[in-house]
């Protein structure tokens, strides 16, 4: 013989007093309603069934019946406790959204209280011992979401629902078990339990067609689409325990036309899809160029790079600014991504000569700083850019570790391609790039 019953708590208070219209239970554990708070609307606990009764439960929500509906206040059918507006059924709990987990707290234990993907509480069953506060039932554990016992009372006596004790039953009611899997009998003054195969509800709120199989509820198929929470970057399945939501990598629409979309963390994320040079304006969804003069006075733009020329007394190149630490230092200085510039290509290479001899109006004498060996005869720009350009026989062999522009007056064609130079060559002019 079996006797199972449900603790539902589902008093949601804040600062001692209790929300407009939420259940506050009754003395049933040995303290008075005022103790959960106060309410302009209290749900009156269930009639008191006298020594000859008494269902063997307690029923925290201040009222008999089943779990309810989701959204839906002091919904009931067969069976548990009601459920106050929101809370065990996976909907959100009083008010709108959360931020954290302990604001969903429902001061249910048998119940995992977690705020979800979609600012939404989610109550997920769990299993496991538990404590229904009655004397007369042992072996208490979770099931669906209640807190049930089994009947510790002999010889087919029932257990009293508001008084906790063994008492001897006159009629059907008195068995009342508060378990909606078994038809409750009374012969005789003895109590007996038959399995039944109703309709009634696991406390997944995801979960259709529930049915009781063994003395207890089974959740029916599970409906994912029960679980959606119009979120593109967030899987939503329906467990056995409940709703679950975890984030993907898919594809998205961050509704921006130069952006590629990936999720991310449970957003939708866009990638920059401009080529450099460009930038995305995300308030148009445009690829805008990039405007140098906006970003450091005496910019130039070439092939979606931005170059700037460290210039010296009457606007003049400073080709002594330092040594190669030194020149890139300076580049750097000059605020994100810029950097000591790298000639990847022999346009770039015939833009940057023909600057330095209109700056240095036709005089380039000096030296200019780029990129430094990496080993043997690899080398390699600041940011590890391969680089090239290199004036004949200067590439292979050691020695010098930086590579630089060199123009001299006696030799015309030096300053076409790059040179080996000691990196603690103290004379090198600085040519910064930014790349957006």
């Known amino acids: 013989m079996r006797s199972w019953i449900p603790i539902v708590p589902v008093v949601f208070c804040s600062l001692g007093a209790c929300a407009e ?16 708070g106060t309410s302009s609307e209290v749900s009156p606990g269930p009639a008191p069934k006298g020594a000859s009764g008494g269902a063997s439960g307690n029923d925290y929500s201040g009222n008999t019946g089943g779990t309810g509906a989701a959204g839906n206040a002091d919904t009931q059918d067969a069976g548990g406790g009601a459920l106050a507006s929101g809370g065990q059924d996976g909907s959100a709990g009083p008010g709108t959204g959360c931020a954290s987990h302990t604001e969903c707290n429902d001061d249910n234990p ?16 769990v299993e496991g011992a538990c404590d229904d506060g009655l004397e007369c039932t042992t072996a208490d554990s979770c099931s669906s979401g209640r807190c049930l016992g089994a009947n510790n009372c002999a010889d087919g006596q ?23 899997c078994t038809d409750d009998i009374c012969d005789q003054g003895t109590c007996s339990y038959v ?16 049915s009781c199989s063994a003395g207890s509820c089974g959740g029916g198929a599970p409906n994912d689409t029960l679980c959606g929470d119009d979120n593109v970057c967030t899987d939503d399945v329906c467990s056995s325990a409940g709703c679950q939501w975890s984030d993907n990598s898919a594809v998205c629409d961050d509704g921006i036309d130069c952006t590629a979309d990936t999720c991310s963390a449970g957003s939708c994320v866009g990638a920059d899809t401009c080529g450099d040079g460009w930038v995305c304006d995300t308030g148009g969804g445009q690829c805008v160029e ?19 020329f460290d210039q010296g007394e009457g606007g003049m190149l400073d080709n002594a600014h330092g040594d190669w630490d030194e020149t890139k230092s300076y580049c750097q200085g000059l605020g994100a991504n810029w950097k000591l510039a790298v000639l990847e290509s022999a346009a770039e290479n015939d833009f940057v000569n023909q600057q330095i001899w209109d700056y240095d109006g036709g005089e380039p004498d000096g030296n200019w700083c780029f990129g430094h060996r990496q080993s043997g005869d690899v080398w390699q ?30 030799l015309p064609s030096s300053g076409d391609n790059w040179q080996k130079v000691d990196c603690d060559w103290d004379d090198c002019g600085a040519i910064c790039e930014y790349t957006p």
């Open 21 to 36: 219209g939420a259940s506050v239970p009754s003395a049933v554990d040995g303290r008075s309603a005022g103790e959960y």
């Open 110 to 125: 048998c119940t995992d209280d977690v705020c979800g993907g979609n600012a939404e509480c989610v109550y997920l069953n």
């Open 158 to 180: 029932a257990c009293d629902l508001e008084r906790g004790i063994c008492v001897t039953c006159a009629e059907n009611v008195d068995c009342d078990d508060n378990n909606p």
């Open 195 to 210: 399995d039944n195969t109703a309709s009634c509800d696991d406390n997944v709120d995801c979960t259709e067609g529930d």
């Open 290 to 308: 990039v405007d140098c003069p906006s970003l450091l006075a005496g910019s130039v733009l070439f092939e979606g790079h931005c170059y700037h």
């Open 381 to 410: 720009g600041v940011n590890g850019e391969g680089i090239g350009q290199w004036a004949s026989g200067q590439l292979s062999g050691g020695g010098d570790d930086c590579a630089s522009m060199v123009w001299q007056s006696s």
